[in-house]
């Protein structure tokens, strides 16, 4: 197992980089994949200061090219420059520790040939993104300017992104901005609210309902204003909201609701769902795209006795 002594002060991702002779990206990957420690102790922060003196720790890293799939997409709209794909629920975005295999990034590989070139290895042309058992609506640059674009206008959060979640609990409010920052975690994939970066989350009830057997529900409508990981799932849960199946940050993870249900007993997955994407094209002229509700989650608005207007209808 290769091992570095440190020589001067710098981010950890640098240094294994040029230790290595190798991509920051894939060095960032390593690290979130828990491979590398200093002096001893696994680390996870990309962007984490070693110091003269210190010893840094991997295993050999073996070259990785990205392996095409024919995986079937659900294109929403798409021109020269780019495409939203109606991504299922099951679905990983691009592979990670344990997802090799079927990802959107590997379909867009045969879907969009060329498109390996567009964006970062492992990531090609995906600008945002979408957690597993999340389903609906992600953006998908299909040149390199067109990545350059789309990723500025996230980062200065000009793109619109509304989500459909099913909570446990009848909100207080009708209508609030959750503004708490965000931060990872040590060693596990998993957020919490504390020090970390801003983040805020708008919601607006559409209604309220039933589940019997399980909980009392609510429907709501949520604005991102900000992007960080896993942001609605633990603002929600935070403020007593949890989302439906969420089996890190919900009723999920403590095994069941005040009715005695579990939440796996109704739906297989979280009910979040990215309905909603509204952005502006280079050219001046705006997109407003809409991603129905799939049968799943419509099925278990049915169990509550809640009506859904979908806008594509």
Same mark, same amino acid.
């Given at each position: 197992?290769?091992?570095?002594?440190?020589?001067?002060?710098?981010?950890?991702?640098?240094?294994?980089?040029?230790?290595?002779?190798?991509?920051?990206?894939?060095?960032?990957?390593?690290?979130?994949?828990?491979?590398?420690?200093?002096?001893?102790?696994?680390?996870?922060?990309?962007?984490?200061?070693?110091?003269?003196?210190?010893?840094?720790?991997?295993?050999?890293?073996?070259? =990785?090219?990205?392996?095409?799939?024919?995986?079937?997409?659900?294109?929403?709209?798409?021109?020269? *420059?780019? $495409?939203? +794909?109606?991504?299922?629920?099951?679905?990983?975005?691009?592979?990670?520790?344990?997802?090799?295999?079927?990802?959107? %990034?590997?379909?867009?590989?045969?879907?969009?040939?060329?498109?390996?070139?567009?964006?970062?290895? /492992?990531?090609?042309?995906?600008?945002?993104?979408?957690?597993?058992?999340?389903? !609906?609506?992600?953006?998908? %640059?299909?040149?390199?300017?067109?990545?350059?674009?789309?990723?500025?206008?996230?980062?200065?959060?000009?793109?619109?992104?509304?989500?459909?979640?099913?909570? /446990?609990? /009848?909100?207080?409010?009708?209508?609030?901005? +959750?503004?708490?920052?965000?931060?990872?975690?040590?060693?596990?994939?998993?957020?919490? +609210? !504390?020090?970390?970066?801003?983040?805020?989350?708008?919601?607006?009830?559409?209604? =309220?309902?039933?589940?019997?057997?399980? *909980?009392?529900? $609510?429907?709501?409508?949520?604005?991102? /204003?900000?992007?960080?990981?896993?942001?609605?799932?633990?603002?929600?849960?935070?403020?007593?909201?949890?989302?439906?199946?969420?089996?890190?940050? !919900?009723?999920?993870?403590?095994? !069941?609701?005040? $009715?005695?249900?579990?939440?796996? *007993?109704?739906?297989?997955?979280?009910?979040?769902?990215?309905?909603?994407?509204?952005?502006?094209?280079? *050219?001046?002229?705006?997109?407003?795209?809409?991603?129905?509700?799939?049968?799943?989650?419509?099925?278990?608005?049915?169990? %509550?006795?809640?009506?859904?207007?979908?806008?594509?209808?």
């Amino acid at each position: 197992m290769p091992k570095f002594e440190v020589t001067e002060t710098e981010r950890i991702d640098k240094f294994l980089a040029h230790a290595l002779d190798m991509s920051r990206v894939k060095v960032q990957k390593a690290i979130r994949d828990h491979q590398v420690s200093v002096n001893g102790k696994v680390i996870v922060e990309t962007d984490l200061k070693v110091k003269p003196g210190e010893i840094v720790e991997l295993p050999e890293l073996k070259s =990785e090219e990205l392996q095409a799939s024919t995986l079937e997409l659900k294109v929403i709209f798409e021109n020269q *420059d780019l $495409a939203v +794909i109606d991504k299922p629920a099951g679905m990983v975005v691009h592979p990670g520790a344990g997802n090799n295999e079927d990802t959107l %990034a590997q379909a867009l590989l045969t879907k969009y040939p060329g498109i390996e070139n567009v964006g970062e290895p /492992h990531r090609p042309g995906i600008v945002h993104r979408l957690d597993e058992d999340t389903s !609906g609506l992600i953006l998908i %640059a299909k040149t390199e300017e067109a990545y350059e674009y789309f990723k500025k206008m996230f980062l200065e959060r000009k793109v619109d992104k509304e989500y459909l979640a099913l909570v /446990h609990g /009848h909100p207080a409010q009708t209508h609030d901005l +959750i503004d708490l920052p965000i931060q990872r975690v040590p060693l596990k994939q998993k957020m919490r +609210i !504390g020090l970390g970066k801003p983040a805020q989350t708008e919601y607006y009830v559409l209604s =309220e309902g039933e589940i019997p057997g399980l *909980d009392q529900v $609510a429907l709501l409508r949520v604005k991102l /204003h900000t992007g960080r990981t896993h942001q609605i799932r633990l603002h929600l849960s935070h403020i007593g909201l949890p989302i439906i199946g969420d089996t890190l940050y !919900g009723k999920s993870a403590k095994g !069941g609701s005040a $009715a005695g249900g579990k939440d796996s *007993d109704f739906l297989s997955r979280q009910f979040l769902h990215a309905y909603k994407l509204k952005f502006q094209l280079a *050219d001046g002229s705006w997109m407003e795209l809409f991603s129905s509700l799939p049968d799943d989650l419509k099925d278990l608005l049915k169990k %509550a006795s809640i009506t859904y207007d979908d806008p594509n209808i």
